[in-house]
């Protein structure tokens, strides 16, 4: 069963940014709310709003705005901040820009193409790479992507395991490499501009969970970690005592 998702993207935007794979996340925070347009219009030009000149992005929730603003900062060295605004007449709802210097502009994005490049290198060559720098990586970047994917994909409601709507195939794709990456069993399906991802086994989506949460300090392990039947080995230099 899957957390609350609210609490799961504040643990997944609260931990620490690898500075070896923050092009790589960012790369996919970018990618999942800015797909190729394929000659349509940019997402949310029609209210003008990413037409300023500081804007690089935006995103529906906070916690993937101010994730990507840090993994930016991290991969690039531009300061970039998120600016959060209450939009609409009818139906309210909140967008989190995040802008930056427009003279970095260039910069950031030839960072970001840079960055998707490299996380589908180290996650392609993952299994016949070894010791290479980037096949070393490999776990790591696959575990950026599919941060930057929950923190941006909202998981398909009443379904079993987690199942994701992916805009864009070459994400999908992505995805799909990453997941074998970290040992974890998916099934995607791919239609007409939608990918549908699936996680159905409870210990997939328990051994994803595991690779991107943060530990928390002082966290202690439960019990069922040691096989039953099992005892914690003794000590050099101590010596049973029998209790009567």
Do not use: K
């Not at 998702?5 to 970018?30: H, N």
């Not at 997402?43 to 993994?71: K, N, Q, Y």
């Not at 010791?131 to 941060?147: D, F, H, K, L």
Request: hydrophobic share 45%.
């Amino acid at each position: 069963m899957l957390p609350d998702l609210a609490a799961l993207r504040r643990r997944l935007s609260a931990g620490p940014i690898d500075a070896r794979t923050a092009l790589a996340e960012a790369a996919v925070l970018y990618r999942a709310v800015t797909p190729p347009s394929g000659g349509r219009e940019p997402r949310g030009s029609a209210i003008g709003v990413l037409a300023e000149p500081e804007t690089l992005t935006s995103f529906d929730t906070a916690d993937a705005a101010h994730r990507f603003a840090g993994a930016v900062r991290q991969g690039t060295g531009v300061a970039a901040r998120v600016d959060s605004r209450v939009l609409g007449i009818r139906h309210r709802h909140e967008m989190h820009f995040v802008l930056a210097a427009p003279e970095n502009h260039t910069a950031v994005l030839g960072a970001l193409s840079g960055g998707w490049r490299g996380a589908t290198a180290a996650v392609s060559m993952a299994p016949v790479g070894l010791g290479t720098p980037a096949s070393r990586r490999a776990p790591a970047t696959a575990a950026a992507i599919w941060r930057g994917l929950l923190l941006t994909t909202t998981p398909v409601r009443n379904a079993a395991g987690l199942r994701l709507r992916i805009r864009d195939t070459d994400l999908l794709a992505l995805a799909v490499r990453s997941a074998q990456t970290l040992g974890v069993v998916t099934r995607a399906r791919a239609t007409s501009g939608l990918g549908i991802l699936c996680v159905e086994e409870q210990e997939s989506v328990n051994r994803l969970l595991e690779r991107l949460l943060p530990r928390i300090p002082g966290q202690r392990r439960g019990a069922t970690t040691r096989p039953a039947g099992t005892t914690r080995p003794l000590a050099p230099g101590r010596r049973l005592t029998a209790v009567r």
